[in-house]
């Protein structure tokens, strides 16, 4: 067994929210080592060659939660990070071939709705400012630590502060506040709105990555969850990075190692080695142990507790809730080149236009959207499932050859476990058929431009990606499990149950999407502790 030099700390996982946390350390002068599972850097952000001259987003696969703050800290845009807004937001094609497109400007999705619903056009710009005002709260604390429940002196101060900002609220928004954190988005939507496809164009962001019905309790946060991010100071826009995701991880990684970080690919960490209920350093898969005072973890709560640790290192009740950790977000991904742009129905043509260039969702109620809920618990998976398909090569030509093209398509809802003891092994293909067959009743071509296509099933993002049930958000984002109970209440300022110990990931405050925010908050309580060990000579 061989033993490593001695690091200050060592970042479990080299997806962004670890390169996020690695590059803030280094800042600081402490001496850091990242060390990634699979052969390179980015976790769920990365760009592949999934069929010879096609590259994709392979699972993440959209911009906006990225946070503002950390893209110039971490000079992302200095080592060629861009990002393309879309030209329209969405596209809701319809059975009827009618259809509905969500502008990016006010009036012209005002006119969209009208042709829908008058009542519905005119009411929007009050929507709009409602959810706003609750944003604006939200997006403020995303960069803070939440206070422990019944911590000391800093977590009351904390919650003190933030007693503050919401006493701001008006008294219309503190009640708005309480519906989008209680309520489900069905029953939000419907007081807000009469048309269906209305309601059904913003309901998916409540669901995504989220295994529960629109009328589901707490999908309205969900959604609203969605709604915190910008794109290039368009705040709740959605785009793309030039390069695909893969190129935010890049970029991290360039800054990381600008920085001093030390990054290891295909270097498994098997267990985090405990003595004294202090953390001592990490044993890697091969038995490399790695010496380090401190270990911080971008892994899902479940990864780290309950296959990287030894049970007899965590107290009985922590470890209980971590075993009850909610993880399953019910996703299939899959990927696409395509020879030829969807020919729609509602909209024919299959020459480059804005609808091709938008987020275009299959889900043309919130009916249509239960009823897929409904058959996930009963079947396995949605019969006529929910799915967003993202065509980003409309906007980036280098990621597929000249005249064709590359899909990102994200389905809901399908099990982790299938009822039927069915293996996902031998289920996928049933599964992507039903997918592609579903794009090709509102555009009969899709399916006979299919070139290519990679299937992630919930299993294979387990496997390929760490993601503990398939579970994009490394834990779902409901009430019991957001803010201070995230991941357990008691552990919510990002220090694990063990001296040492600290988690950097998604399973944290503020929750899932690359927005790099556990990676930065963890960092400046890591910075803070670790400065203080210097300051006694340890």
């Excluded at 309901?203 to 946060?221: L, M």
């Amino acid at each position: 067994m061989t033993k490593k030099g001695v690091y200050d700390v060592v970042i479990i996982g080299a997806g962004h929210n670890g390169l996020v946390c690695a590059c803030y350390l280094a800042a600081a002068g402490f001496k850091v080592r990242v060390l990634e599972r699979r052969e390179v850097v980015g976790g769920a952000a990365v760009t592949d060659e999934f069929h010879p001259g096609f590259r994709n987003s392979v699972a993440s696969y959209a911009v906006s939660l990225l946070n503002p703050k950390i893209i110039r800290d971490l000079n992302l845009s200095e080592h060629g990070l861009r990002f393309l807004a879309r030209p329209l937001a969405n596209f809701l094609p319809l059975p009827d071939n009618d259809y509905l497109k969500l502008g990016s400007e006010l009036q012209i999705t005002q006119k969209e709705f009208a042709h829908f619903s008058p009542r519905d056009a005119e009411r929007l710009p009050a929507y709009y400012q409602m959810l706003e005002r609750v944003a604006d709260v939200l997006r403020n604390l995303m960069l803070e630590t939440p206070p422990n429940v019944g911590g000391g002196v800093a977590d009351m101060l904390r919650a003190l502060n933030l007693g503050r900002r919401l006493r701001r609220l008006s008294m219309k928004g503190r009640r708005d506040m309480l519906e989008f954190l209680t309520r489900s988005a069905g029953e939000v939507l419907d007081a807000w709105f009469e048309a269906a496809p209305v309601k059904a164009v913003f309901a998916f962001d409540a669901i995504v990555g989220t295994f529960a019905s629109p009328y589901t309790p707490g999908t309205a946060y969900v959604l609203l969850h969605h709604m915190l991010g910008e794109v290039n100071g368009n705040k709740g826009a959605w785009g793309q990075a030039v390069g695909g995701m893969g190129a935010i991880s890049e970029a991290m990684a360039k800054e990381a190692r600008h920085r001093g970080v030390e990054i290891s690919t295909d270097a498994p960490v098997a267990k985090v080695r405990v003595s004294k209920d202090a953390v001592r350093g990490v044993t890697l898969a091969d038995g490399t142990e790695i010496h380090t005072r401190c270990v911080a973890a971008n892994v899902n709560p479940k990864l780290l507790y309950l296959q990287l640790m030894e049970a007899g290192d965590l107290d009985a009740d922590f470890l209980a809730r971590i075993q009850n950790w909610k993880c399953e977000s019910a996703t299939f991904r899959m990927n696409v080149a395509l020879s030829a742009l969807p020919d729609f129905r509602c909209l024919p043509g299959s020459e480059p236009q804005e609808h091709h260039m938008a987020g275009i969702y299959f889900l043309p109620s919130l009916a249509y959207m239960d009823q897929a809920y409904t058959d996930a618990r009963a079947f396995g998976w949605s019969r006529e499932p929910i799915i967003e398909m993202v065509i980003p090569s409309t906007l980036d030509d280098s990621l597929a050859p000249s005249g064709a093209h590359v899909a990102s398509l994200f389905c809901q809802h399908f099990r982790f476990a299938l009822p039927d003891g069915r293996s996902w092994d031998e289920a996928q293909e049933e599964a992507a058929d039903l997918i592609i067959d579903t794009i090709d009743r509102y555009a009969p071509n899709f399916k006979n431009s299919v070139i290519a296509r990679m299937i992630l099933s919930p299993l294979e993002m387990e496997r390929k990606f760490g993601l503990i049930g398939g579970d994009i958000f490394h834990g779902a984002l409901r009430l019991d499990q957001l803010f201070s109970a995230r991941p357990v209440l008691g552990h919510a300022d990002y220090r694990g149950p063990v001296k040492g110990l600290y988690m950097c990931g998604a399973g944290t405050h503020p929750g899932g999407g690359v927005t790099g925010v556990p990676g930065h908050n963890a960092a400046r309580q890591m910075k803070k502790d670790l400065q203080r060990l210097r300051l006694k000579g340890r």
